[in-house]
């Protein structure tokens, strides 16, 4: 059986404030997460994101051209590449960032992962990813997947059931595909010849 093994490790997140800087640590690493066929790991060197909610607590998916969907509340605060840290798929990067605009702590977090792009990567195009985050508490984790408070200490964990954790194996599977999304230019001018060319059809009937 294929699972998520989870490898702590030191995630240090430099929060900013108004009032005062805070350092948060969160201990965070992941072992073999999956591409779509819930077997293969992501290759070396995948773009992997973390991403917040900063109002409405709801995530938007991705589109070919956007990684937040085009989501003005959506937020990617990570990106990084899978180092392959503990075996093929797997990945421990420290990460820093700073709390701005609408970001606050207590802010929804989701894990995403794209098998077939790196981080140089500047739209998502049509191509799977994986996700994952939840609302309780993981096994071996001291939160959830939010935010966490300024001055704080926190392991967050990815778990499935033969790691055992409470998630099943599918959870660490890239299971998404998005579509190609023609401009909106194109539809309009799809439309329109469509049109002309019935019109164009109505009066050649008209005529005999």
Do not use: K
């Amino acid at each position: 059986m294929h699972y998520i093994r989870v490898l702590l490790g030191s995630t240090a997140l430099l929060i900013s404030s108004l009032s005062a800087y805070a350092s948060v640590t969160i201990n965070l690493g992941g072992d073999e997460l999956f591409q779509s066929d819930d077997t293969t790991p992501i290759p070396l060197n995948s773009l992997i994101q973390l991403v917040a909610s900063t109002t409405d607590s709801t995530f938007t998916l991705p589109t070919t051209t956007s990684f937040t969907g085009g989501s003005a509340d959506d937020q990617v605060i990570a990106s990084f590449g899978s180092n392959n840290s503990s075996g093929p798929g797997s990945f421990l990067q420290p990460v820093m960032f700073s709390y701005s605009g609408n970001f606050n702590a207590g802010d929804p977090l989701i894990l995403r992962w794209w098998p077939s792009l790196t981080t140089g990567a500047l739209t998502p195009g049509a191509t799977t990813f994986g996700q994952f985050r939840t609302d309780n508490v993981e096994n071996f984790s001291t939160i959830a997947w939010v935010a966490p408070a300024d001055g704080t200490t926190n392991d967050l964990n990815f778990l499935d059931t033969a790691g055992g954790g409470s998630e099943p194996n599918s959870a660490g599977a890239a299971s998404f595909t998005t579509a190609p999304i023609p401009e909106t230019s194109t539809v309009v001018c799809a439309f329109l010849c469509a049109g002309a060319l019935a019109f164009h059809a109505i009066r050649r009937r008209a005529a005999r």
